[in-house]
């Protein structure tokens, strides 16, 4: 009884036993009734006359009706007890197949082959049952995709500055390179950027396991904007690219955690900045809707293909790795921290862009105070 085709078969007989013995009950309640309304007519003559002719041979003649009823009722039980068998296991092999096949996958998924899929048969709840399954597993696909990329991705990255350090470090040892300002200050700038791609990292985990705590509380949206626009107005200048902010007028107080709101139009605006080429335009606006004040950072960089635009927030994801990295453009962590942040004060995130080279641009909502 610990399998489940044992447990239908089982019930299949269970319920058959049950309307055997309900029938067998009702037949021996109401086969007499039958047989003096069908053999006598109900007629009260017929009846006499019958107990004229002498009980005995009346009891005689019930009792040959009866047994011939119940051997019958014998015959069809057998009969029926076959097919309620050989209906059972059918339809519980019907059951217990598809079962028997996620239980299989499961097996091959857990031993690391995550590219396990299971047949999808009718529309049913185990059909739907299948399909998650399948969902299921795709996702644990691409989680393992993106962890071995992670670890080619941060071990790119530490490669870098790290072997920049070694041979700055070595070229003063050796006397190749001259114990100078600049030297040191190639190593301390490849030092810092370890310390940046390490504190991605931790923040990255921190807000996955949302290990930190919010501060909401009312503030100004047009001073949030401004404020990230003095923070990265030099760097823009320096790449000569155009940076506005654009906040509607009587914009509503947000309901938010003044450094996490920050950090995340810090995230969107350094994308942009970093995707957008020289003589370039980016603009941080912010406007009203219904309980929301919308944050949009437009750029007319290179823009996102279609294929890419679902996956710009997972984690670690790049549209083009090698590119990325000649650039410095980290490991693919901003947007999905920006992503959990948005989401954690009561809002969502999203992008839009007609494709490569026609830019792009990054929304995302923040409740308004209520009451």
Known sequence: MKSIRSKLLISYLVVLAVGMLVTLVALFFFVPFAYNRHMMGGNPQMMQHMQGQGSQRGQVGFSDFRAGVFEAL??????????????????SHRIISPLRELTQASRRISDGRYDERVRIEGQDELAELASQFNQMAEKIEQTESMRRRLIGDVSGELRTPLTAIRGSVEGLIDGVLPASGETFG????????????????????????????????????????????KRFQ????????????????????????????????????????????????????????????????????TGIPGEHQDHIF??????????????????G??????KHLVEAQGGRIWVESPGSGHGSTFHFTIPVVRG
């Open 234 to 301: 030099r760097p823009f200048d320096e790449k000569r690219i155009s940076l506005t902010a654009n906040p509607t007028s009587d914009l509503p107080r947000v309901q938010a955690d003044e450094d996490r709101l920050i950090q995340v139009l810090t995230n969107l605006t350094a994308n942009a900045l970093q995707y957008t080429p020289s003589e370039g335009k980016v603009t941080v606006s912010a406007r009203k809707e219904a309980g929301y004040v919308r944050f949009s950072v437009e750029d007319n960089g």
């Open 314 to 331: 997972d984690r670690f994801y790049r549209i083009d790795k090698s590119r990325s990295r000649q650039a410095g453009a980290g490991s």
């Open 333 to 338: 962590i901003g947007l999905t921290i920006a």
């Open 186 to 229: 190639q190593i301390h700038q490849e030092a810092e950027r370890l310390g940046r791609l390490v504190d991605d990292l931790q923040e990255i985990s921190r807000v996955e396991a949302r290990a930190y705590s919010l501060d909401l509380r009312p503030l100004n949206a047009a001073d949030v904007v401004q404020t990230v626009i």
């Open 74 to 91: 014998g015959y069809a039980a057998l009969v029926a007890s076959l097919v309620a068998v050989s209906l059972g296991i059918y339809f």
